[in-house]
């Protein structure tokens, strides 16, 4: 009888020793799965967002009532319209129906809504970590395939330590080393900011201004997150070295640099592309560092400025924000997993 299972099947019964064909998995239950477990983790935000920050410490009406010198009736009817005078079981409801209705409530501090907030510091720090984040993943990628390919070579050693020692690195020291030399004693960036006190009119003089504020803040991004795309795809490609496609390809004459570019990066680009996306997340929640270092106006920042208030309900807001932008991203890391791998699809 004519064996009609794919290849693609006939290796991996190969790899498993088994002599059945794997079960596949279809999309709808492996998307409806995986969403599933999304919607779990974001339910589990919610109620963090809420509970977590109930126990920091600080009052912020009291704050508020230290700088305006207010009355004890006052501070009563301020606590009344925070809605903090309400019981716990009712504020827990009013900010569930926030959350779900996209309305966080009315910043303790900037006494504008929450959700206005967001809206107008997202986008500069989609800015500031979109830039570094392809950044980070061109030139990690393609310092690790270069490495990989020769292992123990100069440029390898060389490549994987520095790669090592500033992933070890702390990224607020690095951002005030970098502030302090370039921006202080040197004096070759701005020290913090997005634009110049008085911005330029002229389009193309705005954006030299901006990316002018973007260099110190963007390079201590980049310098922190590239080396994890330098060791993932130095270690893939060595993996894929010793494959018999490569040898295969050899065998016909291809140049050796052929080989690498067509053969073995492409496949070796798997575990990169997942850790793409999952990083993307972190790497949007972990600007809250590097945007108050360099007072880049953007969520980070307005983050910690809630934390001093304490802000509450900003405080949730760019929590809630963060938590979702992070849950989508692993999302589609596993969708696109599921996509490239078949081993995944027939799970």
């Known amino acids: 009888m004519t064996n009609t299972v794919p290849p693609t099947e006939e290796i991996l019964l190969a790899e498993t020793g088994s002599d059945k064909a794997p079960r596949r998995v279809s999309a709808l ?58 019981p716990l079981w009712q504020q827990f409801t009013d900010y569930l129906v926030n959350v779900f209705t996209l309305n966080f409530g009315e910043s303790y501090v900037y006494r504008t809504p929450v959700a206005e907030l967001i809206g107008d510091y997202f986008w500069n720090t989609i800015l500031l970590t979109g830039t570094s984040a392809v950044i980070a993943i061109t030139l990690g990628l393609w310092l690790g395939q270069k490495a990989g390919w020769r292992p123990g070579s100069l440029f ?148 910690f400025e809630a934390i001093s208030g304490p802000d509450l309900p900003l405080l949730q807001g760019t929590f809630v924000v963060f938590s979702a932008v992070i849950i989508a991203t692993n999302l589609i890391a596993d969708l696109i997993y599921r996509r490239l791998d078949p081993r995944v699809r027939r799970g």
Not at 162 to 185: C, E, K
Request: aromatic share 8%; no cysteine.
């Open 156 to 303: 390898d050693r060389i490549t994987s330590g520095m790669a090592l020692v500033l992933w070890s690195v702390p990224t607020f020291w690095l951002a005030l080393i970098l502030l302090m030399v370039f921006g202080g004693t040197l004096q070759w960036f701005p020290t913090g900011g997005m634009t110049s006190p008085d911005p330029p009119t002229d389009p193309l003089a705005l954006v030299l201004d901006v990316a002018a504020h973007m260099v110190l803040p963007v390079v201590t991004m980049v310098a922190v997150v590239y080396a994890q795309y330098v060791m993932v795809m130095r270690a893939s490609l060595m993996e894929e070295k010793s494959a018999d496609y490569l040898v295969t390809a050899r065998a016909k004459g291809l140049r050796d640099d052929l080989v690498r570019r067509r053969h073995a990066v492409p496949n070796a680009l798997l575990p990169a592309v997942t850790l793409m996306f999952l990083h993307i997340g972190g790497l949007i929640a972990g600007a809250v560092t590097v945007e108050t270092v360099f007072s880049w106006p953007g969520l980070g920042k307005l983050t």
């Open 29 to 86: 239950s492996y998307f409806l799965s995986k969403l599933g477990g999304a919607a779990v983790s974001m339910a589990m935000v919610i109620l963090l967002g809420f509970f977590a920050f109930k126990i920091l410490p600080g009052d912020p009406v009291a704050g508020i009532a230290r700088e305006r010198q207010l009355s004890p009736e006052q501070i009563a009817q301020l606590r009344s319209q925070m809605g903090l005078d309400k």
